[in-house]
């Protein structure tokens, strides 16, 4: 395990009576599917290191009450969490509590309500306490009326619920929208010490999303740089620069298979497929299966070369040298993207973002999308339009403020919806040097080799620019038989506007680079 080396709240702990009486219950409970159906069920021992965080104080209090578990797949955490609501609902009952876990979709909910009816059901003891309605998803004590309800996210209208505990399962699903576990997490303030709130699932592949959020702060708490006893993270890891095909990392990030019922043989299968395919199926393995903070997608540029061209944008250079453009329009609810480029003297690329949307789609999108679009907005790196569409007399009047500021040379466009932009751009008396640039392979084949040969040679200065950086880890390129390629916005992961903005004008920069042969001194570009 990593990272979970310092647990304070231990210290606190005077009466483990609660800590036996959960793993007791837990050892009298049967498998309710899978192989071993029937069998009864046997904690781990890091699941009863997790069950010590219902120790109480000294003076009868819940020493935790926020408790975070990311461990990769197949861990058994929908048992753990099935374990967890029996406990809450039998053996340590309130009378009238409410007890909700909530998962991303429908499918997600009813598997964790599944796995806990199923173990109530198998149980005669429990059977005659708890009874289970199946439409409702819901279970209840027939003796003091406490309940669970699994909850999914697509039905938002939480407000109102007074929870005594709240688990979400698969935090990573919900992105970057902490509404809904806003709305949950106060929702217990009613119970004081005795609200308990968990977050349990694999990590997200994304810094911005509220799980990695939750993993960073119990890092921090864990190591000691942020001091918080009632708080409790458990983290099941690999670190980023283990050997991945090793299987003792594999057995040191899966507690599951140190325990037994996590098979090394599938591991093994999944392992090796992952090295014959490559690509998204290695992310995919670092992701799900050793539970690393890693894309599982395919992306079109990997993080690690992204990154490395994370170096400051100068805007001198863009009053000092040429500047060229790519503009991609977009549907009136949509993401448009200008993006200018411009060489500095060493033969370097400095790129500057704008993104457009509609202000009063922010928060849908936002859901939708499931990326920071309000935050995005309020840090001023996407510009919002009025209403709830792209005016394209608004983005004509913004093209010529910046057209102003800039020795705009070209600016190729995607010719989608052109016809409008240029309507505009008459009635406001401006003239900028478009060129249509097709979006087939054959015409977006060189954005593509240019903008890959600039990233490899570490010649980009893009500033981490977080609409941008996103665009770029959501893209997908389509190859044809000839090898010409294309961005595909249809089967990329989300938005990739800005993306393909930057690849055109990379291009048109590229372009005029090599027809003159020199950067902005006279120096030879590349090598």
Same mark, same amino acid.
């Given at each position: 395990?990593?990272?979970?080396?310092?647990?304070?709240?231990?210290?606190?702990?005077?009466?483990?009576?609660?800590?036996?009486?959960?793993?007791?219950?837990?050892?009298?409970?049967?498998?309710?599917?899978?192989?071993?159906?029937?069998?009864?069920?046997?904690? @781990?021992?890091?699941?009863?290191?997790?069950?010590?965080?219902?120790?109480?104080?000294?003076?009868?209090?819940?020493?935790?009450?926020?408790?975070?578990?990311?461990?990769?797949?197949?861990?058994?955490?929908?048992?753990?969490?099935?374990?967890?609501?029996?406990?809450?609902?039998?053996?340590?009952?309130?009378?009238?509590?409410?007890?909700?876990?909530?998962?991303?979709?429908?499918?997600?909910?009813?598997?964790?309500?599944?796995?806990?009816?199923?173990?109530?059901?198998?149980?005669?003891?429990?059977?005659?306490?708890?009874?289970?309605?199946?439409?409702?998803?819901?279970?209840?004590?027939?003796?003091?009326?406490?309940?669970?309800?699994?909850?999914?996210?697509?039905?938002?209208?939480?407000?109102?619920?007074?929870?005594?505990?709240?688990?979400?399962?698969?935090?990573?699903?919900?992105?970057?929208?902490?509404?809904?576990?806003?709305?949950?997490?106060?929702?217990?303030?009613?119970?004081?010490?005795?609200?308990?709130?968990?977050?349990?699932?694999?990590?997200?592949?994304?810094?911005?999303?509220?799980?990695?959020?939750?993993?960073?702060?119990?890092?921090?708490? $864990?190591?000691?740089?942020?001091?918080?006893?009632?708080?409790?993270?458990?983290?099941?890891?690999?670190?980023?620069?283990?050997?991945?095909?090793?299987?003792?990392?594999?057995?040191?990030? $899966?507690?599951?298979?140190?325990?037994?019922?996590?098979?090394?043989?599938?591991?093994?299968?999944?392992?090796?497929?992952?090295?014959?395919?490559?690509?998204?199926?290695?992310?995919?393995?670092?992701?799900?299966?050793? $539970?690393?903070?890693?894309?599982?997608?395919?992306?079109?540029?990997?993080?690690?070369?992204?990154?490395?061209?994370?170096?400051?944008?100068?805007?001198?250079?863009?009053?000092?040298?040429?500047?060229?453009?790519?503009?991609?329009?977009?549907?009136?609810?949509?993401?448009?993207?200008?993006?200018?480029?411009?060489?500095?003297?060493?033969?370097?690329?400095?790129?500057?973002?704008?993104?457009?949307?509609?202000?009063?789609?922010?928060?849908?999108?936002?859901?939708?999308?499931?990326?920071?679009?309000?935050?995005? @907005?309020?840090?001023?790196?996407?510009?919002?339009?009025?209403?709830?569409?792209?005016?394209?007399?608004?983005?004509?009047?913004?093209?010529?403020?910046?057209?102003?500021?800039? $020795?705009?040379?070209?600016?190729?466009?995607?010719?989608?919806?052109?016809?409008?932009?240029?309507?505009?751009?008459?009635?406001?008396?401006?003239?900028?040097?478009?060129?249509?640039?097709?979006?087939?392979?054959?015409?977006?084949?060189?954005?593509?080799?240019?903008?890959?040969?600039?990233?490899?040679?570490?010649?980009?200065?893009?500033?981490?620019?977080?609409?941008?950086?996103?665009?770029?880890?959501?893209?997908?390129?389509?190859?044809?038989? @000839?090898?010409?390629?294309?961005?595909?916005?249809?089967?990329?992961?989300?938005?990739?506007?800005?993306?393909?903005?930057?690849?055109?004008?990379?291009?048109? @920069?590229?372009?005029?680079?090599?027809?003159?042969?020199?950067?902005?001194?006279?120096?030879?570009?590349?090598?």
């Amino acid at each position: 395990m990593s990272k979970t080396d310092l647990h304070p709240w231990r210290d606190k702990i005077v009466d483990w009576g609660p800590v036996d009486e959960l793993i007791t219950l837990g050892n009298s409970l049967k498998q309710p599917d899978g192989l071993n159906a029937g069998q009864p069920l046997v904690i @781990a021992d890091f699941q009863k290191l997790i069950a010590e965080c219902f120790g109480r104080d000294i003076n009868g209090d819940r020493v935790v009450d926020r408790i975070l578990i990311t461990v990769p797949r197949k861990n058994a955490k929908t048992a753990l969490i099935a374990i967890i609501i029996i406990y809450m609902l039998a053996v340590e009952p309130i009378s009238y509590a409410q007890h909700y876990s909530i998962a991303f979709d429908r499918d997600q909910a009813s598997i964790i309500f599944k796995y806990a009816r199923n173990m109530i059901l198998m149980s005669e003891e429990l059977s005659g306490v708890l009874s289970v309605t199946d439409s409702l998803k819901l279970i209840t004590n027939v003796v003091n009326g406490s309940t669970f309800q699994s909850l999914s996210s697509e039905g938002r209208s939480k407000h109102g619920k007074s929870s005594r505990v709240v688990i979400v399962d698969e935090l990573h699903a919900f992105g970057p929208d902490d509404e809904l576990l806003s709305i949950m997490e106060t929702s217990m303030g009613a119970y004081g010490k005795e609200g308990l709130f968990i977050i349990i699932g694999t990590q997200s592949a994304s810094d911005t999303s509220v799980m990695s959020q939750w993993v960073d702060y119990a890092i921090s708490v $864990n190591d000691g740089t942020i001091k918080d006893d009632s708080f409790a993270g458990f983290i099941w890891s690999a670190p980023d620069d283990a050997d991945i095909w090793d299987e003792e990392v594999w057995y040191d990030c $899966n507690p599951g298979m140190q325990a037994g019922f996590r098979s090394i043989e599938e591991m093994r299968k999944t392992a090796e497929r992952a090295k014959e395919l490559g690509g998204a199926k290695v992310a995919q393995f670092r992701n799900l299966y050793l $539970n690393q903070r890693v894309d599982a997608s395919n992306p079109f540029i990997d993080k690690e070369t992204w990154l490395g061209n994370n170096k400051p944008v100068d805007l001198e250079v863009f009053k000092k040298y040429p500047v060229y453009g790519g503009l991609d329009l977009s549907r009136r609810g949509d993401l448009t993207a200008l993006v200018l480029s411009a060489v500095d003297d060493k033969g370097d690329l400095h790129v500057m973002v704008f993104c457009w949307t509609p202000h009063d789609l922010l928060k849908q999108h936002q859901q939708s999308d499931k990326a920071p679009y309000l935050q995005w @907005a309020e840090d001023g790196f996407l510009e919002t339009t009025p209403g709830r569409s792209i005016g394209y007399d608004w983005v004509a009047k913004r093209l010529a403020e910046i057209d102003s500021e800039f $020795n705009i040379v070209n600016i190729n466009f995607d010719r989608w919806k052109i016809e409008e932009l240029e309507r505009e751009l008459d009635k406001e008396g401006v003239i900028l040097p478009l060129t249509p640039l097709g979006q087939g392979y054959k015409d977006f084949s060189p954005c593509i080799d240019d903008l890959e040969h600039v990233l490899a040679q570490g010649k980009l200065h893009h500033d981490a620019h977080p609409v941008l950086t996103w665009a770029i880890s959501n893209t997908v390129v389509d190859q044809d038989p @000839a090898g010409n390629r294309k961005m595909n916005k249809q089967k990329s992961f989300n938005r990739i506007d800005p993306a393909v903005a930057l690849a055109m004008s990379i291009h048109g @920069a590229m372009v005029s680079v090599e027809e003159q042969g020199l950067s902005g001194e006279g120096e030879i570009l590349f090598i």
